[in-house]
C-alpha cells in the first residue's frame, strides 16, 4: 500500500507515520506538509533517507502542487491530516483555519477523486465538533455538530465537505474523531508540552479559569493506530470517534506534570479564561472497538510518566522549536537541493 499523508511534520502526523512504516514493512508514504510554524522536520529527522517515505513540500490548499505530487507519486490512499490545530490561534484570526481546514480539505478531496488508483480517503478530524458536554454524557457520532471555536467550526466543516463527497461523487471516505492527543513531539503551545517545558524552566504555567475543564486524554501512538484500523477496516461514509477513556481536568494535569518533574505548585497562575471555552469533551468509542477492533493500549498513568520524561530528555528538540531554530532545519537540508524529475 502506498499512502499520502498530510500534516506529516506535525505532532499527530509524524506519529503515524513512524507507526505505519514500522508495523507495516511493505507500505511506503509520500508526507505532503506545507512546514508551517506547527511542521518540523526534524521531528522526522530519524527517518531521513528511509526510502519507504518521500517529503514534498506543498500546501494542500494549492490545487496544482497537491495534483502534481499525486501524479509524481501515485498512491492507494489518502490520510488528511494538514490543518491548523490551536484553538487560541483561530480565536485571534480565523482565516488560516478556513483556508487549510475547509478549504484544503475541499482541495485534497477533489485532487484524491481525480488521482487514478485512490481507493479511499481518511479524513482525521477532532471531538470538538461535537462541542462542549454538560457533566455527563458522552460524544456519539451521532451527536449533532455544534462547534464552538473557529479551529472546532472549520474542522467541521471539512467533515462536512468530505461527507459531502462520498455522498456526491461516491467517494470512499472514512471519517475519524479523536479526544486530546498526548505524547512525544507535541508543539510547546499546547497544554501539556507547554506546561511540561515552562516547569522545567521554572516559568509559570498558565492555567485558564479556574482549571477545571475536562479533556478525554489518548496516547498519539492509540490515535495513529486508530487512523490505521479506520484505513484498513473502516465503512466507507463512516465516522469514528476514537478516545482515550481518561478524562482529567486541566488542574489534574497540571498537578500530575508537577509532580513527575518534582516542581513547586508555587508555579501554577490562573490566568483570564479562553473566550467560549468547552467545558468538557469526552468520547463514546465503542463503534471503533466494534468495528474496527480497535482499542486505545497505552495507560495514561504510564503514558503521562513517559511522555514528561520524553520531553525531559529531548531538551534541545523543544528548545529549538521553542526559539525558532527549528525553522532553519529546512532550508539546510533542502534549501540547496534540486528539483529532480
Ligand atoms: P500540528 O499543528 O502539530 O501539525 C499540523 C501539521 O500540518 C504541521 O506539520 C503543518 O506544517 C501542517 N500544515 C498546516 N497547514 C498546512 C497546509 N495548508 N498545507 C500542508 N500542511 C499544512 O497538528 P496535530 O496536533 O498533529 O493535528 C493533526 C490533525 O489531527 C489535525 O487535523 C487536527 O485537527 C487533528 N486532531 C488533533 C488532535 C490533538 O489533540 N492534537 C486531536 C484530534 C484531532
Ligand atoms: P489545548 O492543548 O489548547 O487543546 P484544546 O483546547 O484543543 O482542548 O488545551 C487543552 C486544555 O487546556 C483546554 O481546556 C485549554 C487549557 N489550557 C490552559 O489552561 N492553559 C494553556 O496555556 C493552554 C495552552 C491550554
Not at 473566550?275 to 495514561?300: C, M, N, Q, S
Request: a neutral charge; glycine letters at 10%; charged letters at 25%.
Amino acid at each position: 500500500m502506498r499512502l499520502l499523508v498530510t500534516g506529516g511534520a506535525g505532532f499527530i502526523g509524524s506519529t503515524l507515520i513512524r507507526v505505519i512504516l514500522k508495523e507495516r514493512p511493505d507500505w511506503s508514504v509520500v508526507n505532503l506538509d506545507a512546514l508551517t510554524y506547527a511542521g518540523n522536520l526534524e521531528t522526522l529527522a530519524d527517518l531521513e533517507g528511509n526510502p519507504r517515505l518521500a517529503f514534498v513540500k506543498a500546501d494542500i490548499a494549492d490545487a496544482q502542487a497537491v495534483a502534481a505530487c499525486l501524479k509524481a507519486h501515485p498512491v492507494d490512499a489518502v490520510l488528511n491530516l494538514a490543518a491548523e490545530s490551536h484553538v487560541d490561534r483561530s480565536i485571534l484570526d480565523a482565516s488560516a483555519f478556513v483556508r487549510t481546514n475547509v478549504d484544503g480539505t475541499r482541495v485534497m478531496l477533489a485532487a484524491a477523486m481525480a488521482a487514478p488508483g485512490v481507493r479511499r480517503f481518511v479524513q482525521i478530524s477532532t471531538d470538538e465538533v461535537y462541542g462542549s458536554l454538560g457533566k455527563t454524557g458522552l460524544f456519539r457520532e451521532d451527536t449533532p455538530i455544534a462547534p464552538n471555536s473557529p479551529y472546532a467550526a472549520s474542522k467541521a466543516s471539512g467533515d462536512l465537505m468530505a461527507r459531502a463527497f462520498g455522498h456526491t461523487f461516491g467517494m470512499d471516505v472514512v471519517i475519524t474523531r479523536c479526544s486530546n492527543n498526548y505524547g512525544p513531539y507535541q508543539f510547546p503551545e499546547k497544554l501539556i508540552p507547554l506546561f511540561v517545558t515552562n516547569a522545567m524552566e521554572d516559568k509559570p504555567l498558565p492555567v485558564y479559569g479556574d482549571g477545571l475543564q475536562v479533556r478525554d486524554w489518548i496516547h498519539v501512538e492509540d490515535h495513529a493506530r486508530g487512523i490505521l484500523a479506520a484505513l484498513e477496516k473502516g465503512k466507507a461514509g463512516e465516522v469514528y470517534n476514537l478516545g482515550g477513556g481518561n478524562e482529567r481536568t486541566n488542574l489534574e494535569i497540571t498537578g500530575l506534570v508537577l509532580s513527575e518533574l518534582k516542581k513547586p505548585a508555587t508555579l501554577i497562575r490562573h490566568v483570564q479564561d479562553r473566550p467560549g471555552h468547552d467545558r468538557r469533551y469526552a468520547i463514546d468509542d465503542t463503534k471503533a472497538r466494534r468495528e474496527l477492533g480497535w482499542a486505545p493500549r497505552v495507560d495514561f498513568a504510564s503514558g503521562i510518566g513517559d511522555t514528561v520524561r520524553w520531553y525531559v530528555q529531548n531538551r534541545p528538540w523543544w528548545e529549538r522549536v521553542k526559539s525558532g531554530a527549528y525553522r532553519d532545519y529546512y532550508e539546510s537540508q533542502y534549501g540547496k537541493r534540486k528539483a529532480i524529475g
